[in-house]
């Protein structure tokens, strides 16, 4: 009878440690490919005109 609480309690911590994992540790790119860029509004523009030598692609995704 005493199993299922601590198997509830286990699987919640696992849950929370995943969780904190992965909010907290920063991502990585791959090696040899230029890290993601921040698209805050001032910066946004500014990168899309340096890149207009290269092909450049803006893709929105919405949750609907």
């Known amino acids: 009878m005493k199993r299922k609480p601590l198997a ?13 994992y992965y909010r ?3 991502g990585r790119t791959p090696a040899g490919q230029p ?13 899309f005109r340096a890149a207009s030598g290269d092909m450049r692609l803006l893709v929105l995704l919405s949750p609907t």
């Open 24 to 26: 907290y540790v920063p």
């Open 8 to 20: 509830i309690a286990i699987l919640l911590f696992a849950v929370a440690a995943w969780a904190a």
């Open 35 to 47: 890290p993601l860029a921040d698209l805050e509004s001032a910066s946004f523009d500014e990168q």
